[in-house]
């Protein structure tokens, strides 16, 4: 888990580059706020520390990275966006006698895509505030020449998520921008290519739809052991 001096510290980092890479208009959201959904869970994740698997060919996340916007106006255009951004320049390994994770040295470069745009964009700020904004087609991948607009990330390297919503403030000209950030200390997590803490492993089984079929055979694994037991 990360203090928040050093997720403050990594922000401010980042915000320093031409995140936009257009001309910045006046400040009009400043009564726009934004929610994450699942907060619970995602809470319950990252107090065990959590992993999400990374994949050459890309794996979703889970939780789901979901938010609810209030405060845009309702007919001007946006468009929302992540932005992948590492807490740390150093390298961990999860020591098991410890059950935590501790650093091993210097992380690799940080090389790849790291900006997600959310497929609807530009839309309304109408429709955006309607309903839940899921980011569930977005998927990490440890593959530094992927061509699929995945999210390129280093494995057992730690990193969070800025959330970015861009006011067009032109219809006819998108260059001209507003942009406002949003972080959460709870969406914090370890690249890793396999799972390392058991309790991230089983939360997993236990609170993901898709992981259904991990269950049954568990489920099945437990009923032959038991009549095993009875021989």
Same mark, same amino acid.
């Given at each position: 888990?990360?203090?928040?001096?050093? @997720?403050?510290? #990594?922000?401010?980092?980042?915000?320093?580059?031409?995140?936009?890479?257009?001309?910045?208009? &006046?400040?009009?959201?400043?009564?726009?706020?934004?929610?994450?959904?699942?907060?619970?869970?995602?809470?319950?994740?990252?107090? =065990?520390?959590?992993?999400?698997? %990374?994949?050459?060919?890309?794996?979703?996340?889970?939780? %789901?990275?979901? /938010?609810?916007?209030?405060?845009?106006?309702?007919?001007?255009?946006?468009?929302? #966006?992540?932005?992948?951004? =590492?807490?740390?320049?150093?390298?961990?390994?999860?020591?098991?006698? !410890?059950? &935590?994770? %501790?650093?091993?040295?210097?992380?690799?470069?940080?090389?790849?895509?790291?900006?997600?745009?959310?497929?609807?964009?530009? #839309?309304?700020?109408?429709?955006?505030?309607? +309903?839940?904004?899921?980011?569930?087609? @977005?998927? =990490?991948?440890?593959? %530094?020449?992927?061509? $699929?607009?995945?999210?390129?990330?280093? #494995?057992?390297?730690?990193?969070?998520?800025?959330?970015?919503?861009?006011?067009? +403030?032109?219809? $006819?000209?998108? +260059?001209?921008?507003?942009?406002?950030?949003?972080?959460?200390?709870?969406?914090?997590?370890?690249?890793?290519?396999?799972? !390392?803490? +058991? !309790?991230?492993?089983?939360?997993? /089984?236990?609170?993901?739809?898709?992981?259904?079929?991990?269950?049954?055979?568990?489920?099945?694994?437990? /009923?032959?052991?038991? /009549? @095993?037991?009875?021989?």
């Amino acid at each position: 888990m990360t203090n928040n001096k050093e @997720l403050k510290f #990594s922000i401010d980092k980042i915000l320093s580059d031409d995140f936009g890479g257009g001309k910045k208009a &006046k400040n009009t959201m400043t009564n726009v706020t934004v929610e994450l959904e699942n907060s619970e869970l995602w809470k319950k994740f990252y107090e =065990l520390g959590t992993e999400m698997i %990374v994949t050459k060919s890309g794996r979703r996340m889970f939780p %789901v990275l979901q /938010i609810k916007i209030k405060g845009l106006e309702i007919k001007k255009k946006y468009s929302l #966006s992540l932005k992948f951004f =590492l807490m740390s320049t150093k390298k961990y390994r999860y020591s098991f006698h !410890q059950s &935590k994770w %501790v650093t091993c040295g210097v992380g690799e470069e940080n090389v790849g895509s790291k900006i997600f745009i959310h497929p609807d964009s530009p #839309s309304s700020g109408n429709y955006w505030m309607k +309903h839940i904004i899921s980011f569930e087609k @977005l998927k =990490l991948t440890n593959n %530094v020449f992927d061509r $699929n607009g995945h999210i390129v990330v280093n #494995s057992m390297q730690k990193y969070n998520v800025l959330f970015t919503i861009i006011a067009h +403030h032109d219809d $006819n000209n998108f +260059h001209e921008i507003e942009e406002k950030h949003f972080s959460f200390k709870e969406t914090e997590f370890m690249a890793v290519t396999a799972y !390392q803490n +058991h !309790q991230i492993t089983q939360l997993k /089984i236990e609170r993901n739809p898709f992981a259904k079929g991990f269950r049954e055979i568990e489920s099945e694994l437990f /009923i032959k052991k038991d /009549i @095993l037991d009875l021989f």
